[in-house]
């Protein structure tokens, strides 16, 4: 049975200064060396209370010896946390803390991973975000440098950080143009590339001799992965040949997935986006997923403008076509992401697109089945995982990149992701039957399976300091009643809202 924690903190904010120590002098880490506290930092104390909630090393507990994670990672192996790095902080999203996980829950996670493996481990936060990142930009938004050096100069441990991508796209931040591409080191580990061939959820679709898309990156080079019978991922090593992975996903809203937490956290293990399939070309009545029968026209034929034209014009022509758009044909999600008065989405950013879950499952199933050395999907777990997401501030409306901040004071914890990701979905108001990326997995009877939870919401344990949400009655009794995207509205709720 998946058990889930789920903490509502007192705590509303995140504490300002890295990196992030504990609040108080709790007996477990003094053996460690973390001895250097902030009184702030009300989020360390609050995924120290998931730990807990869940029973990890309970009878130690309150101890010196307590070590929750012990059962996930062993003294002296490799751990890569994988955390939201998905984009600088820019415009509206600038310090308001919704768009990446935040320093200080990637820090508490870091402090017991460290406690479990020890200073012989190698430890390593990575992640692949979208080609427009500036990682350097990225990662001090989060405070991961000041984070690398306390573990440098006080606990003698080094903490790699790894940008995954092997290209970077710069942009011009106010259209969103690409003004060029740079190659990249990448995982220094390398990659593989791995063909999960009639495996993949995507030969459920192969029939329809479907063009797969992936937004900004070259529909070609995705194509060329994904023609029946090949379905190829470039997944990174790092976090192939590591015996733990830590998720730490943000909650947000997603305008092709409804959600993204932890199974959507899986696109960022790859080297190169445009292995990743997004959603198909076309209407529904023409055999894709792009765009539902009735979407304006005025619409498509922005997007496929903004397709021809997209890193092959000057800034200037481009910004005034975006502007165009905007005024004229009412296309382009707002740049504040608060204008609830469009109803404009994406290509694939609705609730029809019935391929993006897809790409999501098979990546999941890569990182908790394949083996490296083997070269294949195999029927034992090859490494350990849990979860910790991060909702203290979270996001809705038109996430992942365009929506709004909400503040919701919360830590969810525990090792299954889709159970992770159904109790999410049910605090923020949406029902997980209704989401194709959460009812397409439950549903899937494959072997073996990386989830415990395959329909049934008796099956999981919730685990909370809030008594209502000790079930999924409660869950859905005294949710959040988070802002859907525009492609989302009536379609996910669990009733209709306006």
């Known amino acids: 049975m998946p058990k889930i924690s789920l903490v509502r903190s007192p ?3 995140y504490p300002a200064r890295s990196p992030f120590h504990p609040p108080a002098a709790f007996p477990e880490l003094a053996g460690a060396g973390i001895r250097e506290f902030d009184a702030s930092n009300g989020v360390y104390s609050a995924v120290r209370q998931m730990f807990a909630l869940l029973g990890l090393d309970g009878q130690r507990q309150g101890t010196p010896e307590w070590n929750p994670l012990r059962v996930y990672i062993q003294p002296g192996s490799s751990v890569l946390i994988k955390p939201n790095l998905v984009l600088h902080e820019f415009g509206a999203q600038k310090n308001a803390h919704c768009l990446t996980t935040h320093g200080s829950v990637i820090r508490a996670v870091l402090d017991y991973a460290y406690l479990a493996a020890g200073p012989e481990a190698s430890i390593a936060i990575a992640d ?3 080609q427009g990142a500036d990682f350097a ?5 989060a405070g991961l440098p000041q984070i690398q050096q306390f573990y440098r100069d006080i606990l003698k441990c080094e903490i790699k950080l790894i940008d995954l991508r092997q290209v970077h796209a710069v942009i011009d931040e ?8 740079e190659r ?4 220094p580990r390398g990659y593989c590339e791995i063909d999960l061939g009639a495996a993949s959820r995507l030969c459920d679709i192969d029939a329809a001799h479907p063009r797969y898309i992936v937004g900004d990156y070259a529909a070609a080079a995705t194509n060329r992965r994904h023609r029946s019978p090949l379905h190829s991922y470039l997944v990174s090593r790092s976090v192939l040949e590591a015996d733990t992975v830590i998720c730490l996903p943000k909650l947000k809203t997603h305008s092709k997935t409804g959600l993204t937490l932890c199974l959507k956290n899986a696109v960022g293990i790859v080297g190169s986006k445009d292995c990743l399939p997004h959603h198909r070309l076309g209407k529904i009545e023409e055999g894709g997923d792009e765009f539902p029968a009735g979407y304006p026209f005025r619409w498509q034929l922005s997007g496929r403008v903004h397709d021809a034209l997209q890193g092959r014009v000057p800034v ?5 076509l975006r502007r165009l758009a905007r005024l004229g044909l009412g296309a382009g999600t707002p740049h504040d992401g608060a204008d609830q008065s469009s109803r404009f989405y994406p290509a694939g950013g609705w609730h029809g697109n019935d391929t993006i879950w897809r790409t999501v499952d098979d990546l999941n199933r890569i990182l908790f089945f394949y083996s490296p050395a083997r070269g294949a999907i195999q029927l034992q777990p090859q490494r350990r995982y849990f979860a910790v997401v991060d909702a203290i501030a979270a996001m809705e409306g038109n996430g992942p990149l365009r929506g709004t901040p909400r503040t919701t004071g919360l830590i969810m914890g525990g090792d299954d992701p889709l159970a992770i990701d159904v109790a999410a979905a049910a605090l923020m108001g949406f029902d997980w039957q209704r989401i194709p990326l959460l009812r397409g997995i439950a549903a899937t009877g494959q072997v073996p399976p990386y989830s415990a939870f395959s329909g049934d919401l008796s099956s999981i344990q919730l685990l909370s300091n809030v008594a209502g949400w000790n079930s999924f009655e409660g869950l859905e009794r005294e949710n959040f009643t988070f802002r859907p995207p525009n492609g989302w509205r009536h379609a996910v709720e669990f009733q209709h809202v306006a």
């Open 11 to 13: 705590v509303q904010s």
């Open 128 to 130: 692949a975000p979208l």
């Open 137 to 141: 930009r990225v990662v001090a938004d």
């Open 174 to 181: 106010e259209s969103s143009l690409i003004c060029r591409i």
């Open 184 to 187: 990249l080191r990448g995982d």
């Open 316 to 320: 200037p022509l481009w910004r005034m």
